[in-house]
């Protein structure tokens, strides 16, 4: 049980964020931030506690008293900060996180979506679900070990995807989080064969790793990035998708791009780009 859900935050997805569930059972190794913090605060003990994900069982009685309040001030909400809301396999969590998205979309709240999940076919049902929803994965490897090694348990690269193509398919707003993006001594791979398999999403928001040792271990990571945001660059520009470069990715920062999703195809969003920690999910 909580005692509020709804918050506003500074996370750039979303002026509001939802943190329906406790843990996340993707259990990613980057590390994940959202657990290192849970841990340094003692609100959990370990690894194996974080991944067994608990929902919170009073979230849609805190979202009745919570919506009037809040409404008029929201421009979109965010699923989720420090979880994924719709996490592999995890069929509790998903049905909750639909009953959400509905529930704020009928006061025309709109959310943005973030997972390593695979999206359930019926958010396309826009009787139930605003088609002002914007849907994202995050994908940063195509390659399968990587994923075993650095995010055991969510969903494989190919479903993820296949899932998000399905929404754009039916009309949505789709994007990809292409962060925390590996270094190479963590995996060898095309980066424009990644960008390849998502070149129909609206928007690609690419960052560096941060917080992992290895990663930092890799010398020439700043050219490396460099050349990284050079290709996401010139790939997004060719194919007409939004894009942005997060801070401390590129040698230089590009404030050009901070307010991007501002303008053109993706109608009335309005997302602010603000300096922050990069995230895990
Ligand atoms: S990084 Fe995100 S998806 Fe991975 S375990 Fe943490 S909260 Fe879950």
Same mark, same amino acid.
């Given at each position: 049980m909580r005692k509020s859900l709804l918050y506003r935050s500074?996370?750039?997805?979303?002026?509001f964020c939802i943190n329906?569930?406790?843990?996340?059972?993707?259990?990613?190794?980057?590390?994940c931030y959202a657990m290192m913090m849970k841990i340094r605060y003692g609100t959990i003990k370990s690894y194996e506690e974080w991944i067994k994900p608990k929902i919170v069982g009073n979230a849609l009685e805190l979202l009745e008293k919570e919506i009037p309040r809040h409404k008029d001030k929201i421009n979109f909400v965010h699923l989720c900060f420090s979880t994924d809301?719709?996490?592999?396999?995890q069929g509790e969590v998903a049905d909750l996180t639909l009953k959400i998205i509905e529930r704020l979309n009928r006061d025309n709240i709109r959310c943005t979506v973030l997972t390593k999940g695979v999206y359930p076919k019926?958010?396309?049902n826009i009787k139930k679900y605003s088609n002002e929803n914007i849907y994202g994965i995050t994908l940063v490897s195509l390659d399968e070990d990587f994923k075993k090694s650095?995010?055991?348990?969510?969903?494989p690269f190919e479903n993820r995807i296949k899932g998000l193509k399905y929404l754009h398919s039916k009309g949505l707003k789709t994007w990809v989080s292409m962060e925390p993006y590996p270094t190479p001594n963590l995996v060898q791979q095309d980066l424009l064969g990644v960008l390849k398999k998502i070149s129909f999403v609206d928007k690609i928001i690419f960052g560096k790793l941060n917080y992992n040792v290895r990663s930092s271990q890799f010398r020439g990571s700043k050219e490396f990035y460099q050349d990284c945001a050079s290709t996401v660059i010139e790939f997004c520009k060719d194919n007409r998708i939004e894009y942005h470069i997060k801070y401390g990715?590129?040698?230089?920062?590009?404030? +050009? !791009?901070?307010?991007?999703?501002? +303008? !053109?195809?993706?109608?009335p969003l309005r997302l602010g780009y603000k300096k922050q920690p990069s995230l895990s999910l």
């Open positions: 500074n996370v750039e997805y979303g002026d329906h569930i406790e843990g996340c059972s993707n259990g990613c190794k980057y590390p809301p719709f996490m592999y396999r019926e958010l396309a650095f995010e055991p348990f969510s969903a990715t590129q040698k230089r920062d590009n404030k +050009r !791009t901070e307010n991007i999703f501002e +303008r !053109t195809t993706l109608g």
